[in-house]
Nanobody, 114 residues
Framework: QVQLVESGGGSVEPGGSLRLSCAAS????????MRWHRQAPGKQRELVAQ???????WYLSSVKGRFTISRDNAENTVYLQMNSLKPEDTAVYYC????????WGQGIQVTVSS
């Protein structure tokens, strides 16, 4: 059993920063592919960033240069540092584990608004 718990969301003004955390427990190792996704109201869920077991990363083009995904294997935690936030980044953010996204967190709201 794998449990993923997101934290760190909230409301911020445009240009601000937030750091999301995804704490994993259960059958998650340092080799597990971890992803951050988001879903804005009325839109489909989209992949935002991912990090492999050897720290290869991928980013959605609209967040590249602003968001950074990282992992702390000792803490079984994956982070998403979000800088220069824009209103269009407003969404519920989810983390997932595994190449097939077998496990999901409950999601956390990020709101960017003035």
């Amino acid at each position: 059993q794998v449990q993923l718990v997101e934290s760190g969301g909230g409301s911020v003004e445009p240009g601000g920063s937030l750091r999301l955390s995804c704490a994993a427990s259960g059958m998650v190792s340092s080799n597990t592919l971890m992803r951050w996704h988001r879903q804005a109201p009325g839109k489909q869920r989209e992949l935002v960033a991912q990090i492999s077991g050897i720290d290869n990363t991928w980013y959605l083009s609209s967040v590249k240069g602003r968001f950074t995904i990282s992992r702390d294997n000792a803490e079984n935690t994956v982070y998403l540092q979000m800088n220069s936030l824009k209103p269009e980044d407003t969404a519920v953010y989810y983390c997932s584990a595994g190449i097939a996204n077998a496990y999901w967190g409950q999601g956390i709201q990020v709101t960017v608004s003035s």
